[in-house]
């Protein structure tokens, strides 16, 4: 059999082989694919018979849902039932629990790989356990008719609450920022954090928003007409075209941080961490709350505020040329800038990428720079791009770059403009995210790159008319 193989037997004991070579790519098509040959194997299986059994298979503490859920002997409720029998079949298919196990199981080795990720074709990691776990609180509220206060958090509390107690005396820098790369973005085996572990990786984060996000939808819905593979397909799976025609965004991956934030505050995460820490034997110890308190100040900004940043390593970016000089932020400036070349917005993470790193080479051999210039980069498929990033000075605003950051928009917006919701990622989200995380300062100034340097039409004259709206936008440049 191939090395790549998945065996998967049927409840009546054939073996089918569901995928060869390329089963081990630890992506969501991938886990998809899985999940969908699952449901075909066990035709009527209940979603939540399948999501246990695959947060079993993963070696998820079972029992969390009685846990935290309460009772569950409403037997009367037949949504969603069938689940331990099925159970059992999945249990017993030795093969199947391996490939699963391997795919789902979270943990960190010695060398800051991080497991039981996969990558979601938007660009973003997401870790399956707090996910299938977010799903199975859903399921079981709906069978139980049991929706519990914040429940649908209970997840992401987990998770939270496990690495606040680890990590007890990190500094809130060592705390976060654990975003990592793949060895490869269309073949994507191995992930390596890019810093020591800590709080909660982005990962976690992400699995955990979804698991809140799609939990709470579940808890509602007609289990009867619940299919999970088409439920991740719909969420995971679609392309920024077919977004733009769809009204509802909610039940979209790529909207994840937005959607979460509408369903949570720091109150409720605080309550829910403290209740995930129930069953620890350091319950009601004040320094536990004062850390739980402190963890969920930090975390609040990070995520909240902050769009999610495509890092360099997933764009393919070279090395600066040489070392770059470090900013002394918070800085009183942001520069906007379009990059008129390339001049179509770009829709993917894979076009995106690519404007990314012919923009990084046309500055590096074109110009000479030793980097991309800007600080960051919006796409047109919902996200920022880093390029120098928060901490190192930039080459976009000629005689500003050490007191702001340049942000620039891929396309020409001379006669049009880019879509509402990529203007908010800046001019809300990111904006935000660098006040509150302390890189821009609270009464920072927003220029055109053409209030500084003359000799220059950019932002283009649609866009510039936009940001002379936007909040922060100043008519003159005080340096003039
Ligand atoms: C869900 O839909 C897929 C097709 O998208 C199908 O293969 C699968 O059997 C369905 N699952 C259930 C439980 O009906
Ligand atoms: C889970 O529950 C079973 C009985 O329902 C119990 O025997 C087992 O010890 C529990 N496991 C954990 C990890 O609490
Ligand atoms: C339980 O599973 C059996 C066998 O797969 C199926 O015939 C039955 O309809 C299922 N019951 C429910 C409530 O889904
Ligand atoms: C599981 O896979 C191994 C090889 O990896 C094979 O030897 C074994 O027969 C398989 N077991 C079943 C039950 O298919
Ligand atoms: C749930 O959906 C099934 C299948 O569409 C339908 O027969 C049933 O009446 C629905 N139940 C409720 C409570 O709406
Ligand atoms: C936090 O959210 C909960 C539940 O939605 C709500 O009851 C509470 O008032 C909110 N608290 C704040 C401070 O917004
Ligand atoms: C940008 O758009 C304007 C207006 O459509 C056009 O005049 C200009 O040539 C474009 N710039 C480039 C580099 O294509
Ligand atoms: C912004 O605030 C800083 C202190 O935080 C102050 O030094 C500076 O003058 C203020 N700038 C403007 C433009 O108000």
Not at 18 to 41: C, G
Not at 397 to 406: E, F, H, L, P, S
Not at 443 to 459: D, E, S, Y
Request: glycine fraction near 8%; aromatic fraction near 8%; include cysteine.
């Amino acid at each position: 059999m191939s090395p790549g193989a998945l065996w998967i037997i049927t409840m009546s004991g054939i073996c089918v082989v569901i995928q060869s070579s390329e089963v081990h790519l630890r992506n969501m098509e991938h886990f998809i694919t899985a999940v969908t040959h699952l449901e075909d194997l066990n035709p009527g299986i209940s979603p939540l018979a399948l999501v246990t059994s695959l947060n079993k298979i993963a070696d998820r503490s079972v029992n969390v849902t009685l846990d935290f859920m309460g009772s569950s002997n409403n037997d009367d409720d037949i949504h969603c039932r069938n689940d331990s029998f099925i159970t059992e079949q999945l249990n017993t298919n030795h093969n199947l629990s391996h490939f699963l196990k391997k795919l789902i199981h979270h943990f960190i080795t010695d060398d800051h790989e991080e497991r039981g990720v996969v990558l979601t074709p938007d660009g973003t990691t997401v870790a399956l356990a707090p996910l299938l776990l977010g799903l199975q609180y859903g399921l079981q509220a709906n069978k139980d008719s049991n929706q519990p206060h914040g429940f649908y958090l209970l997840s992401l509390a987990k998770y939270l609450a496990t690495s606040l107690l680890q990590f007890e005396n990190a500094t809130p820098s060592e705390r976060f920022s654990l975003d990592g790369c793949w060895d490869s973005v269309s073949a994507p085996m191995v992930f390596t954090l890019s810093g020591m572990p800590s709080l909660a990786t982005d990962a976690l984060v992400h699995g955990g928003m979804d698991g809140a996000i799609l939990g709470k939808h579940l808890s509602v819905v007609n289990c009867s007409e619940v299919n999970l593979s088409t439920l991740l397909k719909s969420y995971y799976l679609r392309t920024v075209e077919e977004l733009d025609h769809v009204s509802d965004t909610h039940l979209r991956g790529r909207y994840r941080r937005k959607n979460f934030k509408k369903i949570t505050n720091s109150s409720l995460l605080q309550e829910k961490v403290a209740e995930a820490l129930h069953s620890h034997p350091q319950k009601g110890n004040l320094v536990v709350e004062s850390l739980i308190e402190k963890g969920i100040k930090e975390f609040m900004p990070r995520y909240m505020e902050c769009p999610a940043i495509i890092p360099r390593c997933m764009w393919g970016a070279a090395l600066p040329r040489v070392p770059l000089s470090p900013l002394s932020p918070p800085l009183p400036f942001l520069y906007i800038h379009h990059t008129e070349i390339p001049s179509k917005p770009c829709r993917n993470l894979q076009m995106c990428s690519k404007n990314m790193r012919a923009m990084q080479h046309f500055h590096q051999k074109g110009r000479g720079w030793f980097d991309i210039g800007y600080s960051f980069v919006v796409g047109s498929d919902g996200y920022i791009y880093e390029g120098r990033g928060w901490t190192s000075v930039g080459a976009h605003t000629k005689g500003r770059n050490t007191v702001g950051y340049g942000v620039a928009f891929i396309g020409n917006y001379t006669a049009h403009l880019p879509s509402q919701y990529d203007m908010e990622l800046l001019h809300h989200h990111l904006v935000k995210c660098g006040v509150s995380n302390g890189f821009l300062q609270k009464n920072f100034t927003i220029l055109g790159h053409r209030q500084v340097v003359a000799t220059t039409k950019c932002p283009g004259d649609s866009l510039y008319s936009e940001i002379t709206t936007w909040e922060h936008y100043k008519d003159t440049d005080p340096f003039r």
